[in-house]
């Protein structure tokens, strides 16, 4: 199990705020989750699903919150398929600087960015209006 503290000020997941405003948008929360809008879109429909509680990785939950996230990473990518129709989605759960457990979504399309290779971390290369990203937000939203 993890040392880390239940929730960390300093953690754009626990605290959200400037913190998470500075690379998402919060969309909502499922039974294990945070759901985020990724700001840089290069990939459309690129969501990041973060645990609720402050944890470093997947191992640091029991068994039924394991499960529970995990089902949570499965319905959001769900709705990424259904609302976005790429051709593969990509699941990145890294945590060398950013110790919080989060799976980032990234929907792939083999005309587009990246297709047939790694996805980087913030290419930022594809920022949106206020307006489409609120619409993006309520896609998704609805799904949830």
């Not at 089902?71 to 609302?83: P, Q, T």
């Amino acid at each position: 199990m993890s040392n880390l503290p239940e929730f960390d000020p300093n953690c754009a997941y626990c605290a959200e705020g400037e913190l998470l405003d500075a690379f998402g948008i919060k969309i909502g929360e499922l039974p294990m989750s945070k759901v985020i809008l990724f700001k840089e879109q290069s990939h459309k429909g690129r969501i990041i699903v973060a645990c609720k509680r402050h944890v470093d990785d997947i191992s640091d939950l029991t068994v039924e919150e394991r499960h529970q996230f995990m089902d949570d990473v499965s319905h959001v990518a769900e709705i990424i398929k259904e609302l976005f129709k790429p051709d593969k989605v990509n699941f990145g759960a890294y945590g060398d600087t950013m110790h919080h457990l989060h799976f980032h979504l990234v929907p792939k399309y083999k005309d587009g960015f990246e297709w047939g290779g790694v996805f980087q971390m913030n290419p930022g290369a594809v920022k949106l209006t206020e307006e489409e990203y609120k619409e993006l937000v309520e896609m998704v939203k609805a799904k949830l």
